[in-house]
T-cell receptor
């Protein structure tokens, strides 16, 4: 059974204070690891897909990295508009569906 | 590209009535759509996988007779909550996969259902 654990559950940062969110996973045959952003009352917004260990992707202030056991979402110099819940999900060949972590609720204070 | 819409965005209904939620892929064809349920401050829980032209596959613990899913075309899937009860109140989100064999899911904006 695929498992995804995200930490921390909640994170409060000052504007400009860089940090990282963690996503640890256990899957049989990883076919992709996904990061989504979800604002309150809205559906998840796709951010990144990572397919293999060592892969990195960047988008504005966000950078996602992947190892064989975990993924990090690095946030550089965050702004208040980066406040949201960040969800990590894995897609495996055995499950053929996304398995989500519980998310990290990020709050960036001005 | 890869836009998914849901209708309605919110709905309030009385206990015992049925509610239909539509999920549409606007600019791509989706042979597979997924329906999720999300409770406040919790992550998404997969309810069922909807395949165009065939019966939906439900996750363990999800009542197929209560949550009717119809994937009538490559761009439309519907979820009908039958005989709704207050405990069915939740945020329902659909997603769609672009093309055959794809793994990237694009999510709709969600539907907030409140059963009174």
């Amino acid at each position: 059974e695929d498992q995804v654990t995200q930490s921390p559950e909640a994170l409060r940062l000052q504007e400009g204070e860089s940090s990282s969110l963690n996503c640890s996973y256990t899957v049989s045959g990883l076919r992709g690891l996904f990061w989504y952003r979800q604002d309150p009352g809205k559906g998840p917004e796709f951010l990144f897909t990572l397919y293999s260990a060592g892969e990195e992707k960047e988008k504005e202030r966000l950078k996602a990295t992947l190892t064989k056991k975990e993924s990090f979402l690095h946030i550089t110099a965050p702004k208040p508009e980066d406040s949201a819940t960040y969800l990590c999900a894995v897609y495996s060949g055995s499950a053929r569906q996304l398995t989500f972590g519980s998310g990290t609720q990020l709050t960036v204070l001005p | 590209g890869a836009v998914v819409s849901q209708h309605p965005s919110w709905v309030i209904c009385k206990s015992g009535t049925s509610v239909k939620i539509e999920c549409r892929s606007l600019d791509f064809q989706a042979t597979t759509m997924f329906w999720y349920r999300q409770f406040p401050k919790q992550s998404l829980m997969l309810m069922a996988t909807s395949n165009e032209g065939s019966k939906a596959t439900y996750e363990q613990g999800v009542e197929k007779d209560k949550f009717l899913i119809n994937h009538a075309s490559l761009t439309l899937s519907t979820l009908t909550v039958t005989s709704a009860h207050p405990e069915d109140s939740s945020f329902y989100i659909c997603s769609a996969v672009d093309g055959e064999g794809g793994s990237e899911q694009y999510f709709g904006p969600g539907t907030r259902l409140t059963v009174t």
